[in-house]
């Protein structure tokens, strides 16, 4: 077994998942370091959401270690508490509460996960809200809001917990293709900043101008993985030219 490495904030070794008899995860070994960006990429049912949703234990892998800023991943449930604080997730839904207002979905974990006082988590909300450039929808409900505009705050919710990874799993699938831009805009914005991103997307004009590293993935396997220019120009597997020639 590969010994965990030092520098990694995110190290999944021999990992195997199962969905019943369903061998979702087959040996996933990807080691993830600090500020990296990486998009995982590959056919629908490939199991790109089952990694990602691995690594906060939103699923439970049967066999390997998943290691998050040195704590392992088990059933012990402060682990996964200390994990799920330190790993931020945005979610091709954007799944955020609709009966509270944008503010009040911002200030929810701060307040009651890590008691925060409120007119502290009140400030920190509004700082996000204006990176990611909607401070004036503050007072409205999500279904007030454009799908873009959604998204959005649920990127500014995310990082009001002050993540030291974010997942993203497909956040623009759900738009409308005018709105991509504007979310992958706040996207780029948070990878300028140094924050280490998992991002699962078929965006490849976001991979090639954001990502180090392009993993490709199929049948529950990581194919191959490269940086985005080898990635793209020099595909190994044929696989993987399949995948391009269809999504280019
Ligand atoms: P991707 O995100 O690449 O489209 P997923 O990780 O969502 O793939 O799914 C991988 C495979 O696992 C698919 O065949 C899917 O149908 C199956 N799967 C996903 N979630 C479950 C579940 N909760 N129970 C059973 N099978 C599942
Ligand atoms: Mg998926």
């Known amino acids: ?10 190290e999944m070794i021999d990992v195997h998942k199962w969905f019943g008899q369903f061998h979702v995860l087959r040996d996933i070994n990807l080691s993830v ?11 629908s049912g490939s199991g790109k959401s089952t990694l990602i949703r691995c690594i906060n234990r939103l699923e439970e892998h049967q066999r390997g270690q998943i290691i998050v800023d040195g704590v ?3 059933n012990d449930i402060k682990k ?37 006082p409120k007119a502290e988590a009140e400030e920190t909300a509004m700082n ?41 799993d497909e ?10 831009k504007e979310v992958l805009d706040v996207m780029i914005e948070l990878a300028e900043t140094g924050m280490t991103m998992l991002v699962v997307t078929h965006e490849m004009g976001f991979a090639r101008t954001v990502a180090d590293r392009v993993i490709f993935m199929d049948g529950g396997e990581i194919i191959e993985q490269n940086e985005p220019e080898e990635f793209f120009h020099n595909p190994q597997s044929e696989r993987t030219k399949m995948f391009l020639s269809q999504i280019l």
């Open 171 to 180: 956040p623009t699938s759900a738009l409308d293709p005018e709105m991509i």
């Open 80 to 116: 996964i508490e200390t994990i799920r604080r330190e790993v931020g997730m945005v979610f091709q839904h954007f799944n955020l509460f609709p009966h509270l207002t944008v503010l009040e979905n911002l200030t929810l974990g701060p307040i009651w996960v890590k008691k925060t």
């Open 1 to 10: 077994m590969p010994a965990p490495d030092a520098n990694a904030i995110i």
């Open 128 to 168: 996000y809200l204006e990176r990611v450039k909607i401070p004036e929808q503050a007072d409205k409900y999500p279904g007030q809001l454009s799908g873009g505009q959604q998204q959005r705050v649920a990127i500014a919710r995310s990082l009001c917990m002050n993540p030291k990874v974010m997942l993203f």
């Open 72 to 74: 392992e991943l088990t």
């Open 33 to 43: 370091n600090q500020k990296e960006r990486i998009v995982i990429c590959g056919p």
